[in-house]
């Protein structure tokens, strides 16, 4: 087996790349290659590049980033039912969370080498793949705004991620949509959030999915309507502390396994998935059952 690692500079801390050849210069017989990126979306062109050259081989990729650069990385892969994929996390993984609360163990490179492979769940969409969640109304504008404070500088840590949740309560406003999922479906609605997803946390924060069962062909799914500012903040304070009982009371929940969304006008709307944001003018998904053979570290190597 190959194992190949795909390094995103921008996200990772200084000098990883250089750290990690170091690292496994150590592991005697092991047949490994260290990539960075040099550009957004470079990772999807390494991995195609890479999975041609290697065609005939057993590779294993390794995305040292964060879910971004993860989704990037499985869109270049030409064949995921052969490739065993892991996640060594910098910045926000949100679909982690599903196996442990801990992402040391995700960042132990010994742990990742030796570690178990076990199938998972992807959403396959119009957009691409996504991993973790495809989600869509003042969650995407709040991470819109956020990600605007950020590339102009303003602002550090959580003081960005505070600013947008004001944004995303006071000022983004409930679009008209359709919506319809398995036993679900709203004509018109204004909606201030849908969630589509294989994990349970979104933003990093967010808890609005009711299952963590990530190999039962299933999504969880979320629909908010509209609210006015002072409901939408008790909106985002249920799932921020993680009450799904009382998240329930607020949201339309379930389990799916397909997906269509558009804006009720036919106008184009923002869809953030995995933590990166697309424009479309309509968006379908559905589940692929255990379509991805997953690394999870081994505990006590």
Known sequence: M??????NPFVCEAGYAQKLRKELEEFRNLNYYVF?????????????VLCRFFDNEELRFYCCGGEGTLRNMLCGISDLSRT????IPFGGSDFIKVFTDDQSHFRNLRSMIYGEVVYVDYIKSNLGIALNSISMGA????LRFGEGLKSVGIG???????LSSIHAAFFSIAKPFDITVDNFSVTGEKTT???FGNGVTISGKYMVGISGEVDDGYASYAFVSGRNPFQKIKTFNTSLIGDMPEFKKIAKCGLSKKMKARRSNGANFYVEMDGEI?????LEAEVIRQGIKFVIPKRGV
């Not at 960075?36 to 195609?48: A, D, K, N, Q, Y």
């Not at 969650?139 to 709040?142: H, K, M, N, V, W």
């Open 278 to 282: 697309f424009s479309t003018g309509e």
């Open 156 to 162: 550090r840590r959580r003081f960005p991620f505070f």
């Open 36 to 48: 960075s990126t040099r550009r957004p979306g470079h990772e999807r062109e390494l991995t195609e």
């Open 139 to 142: 969650d995407t504008e709040s």
């Open 84 to 87: 065993e994929v892991g996640l």
């Open 193 to 195: 959030l849908f969630f």
């Open 2 to 7: 190959i194992h190949i690692f795909i390094v």
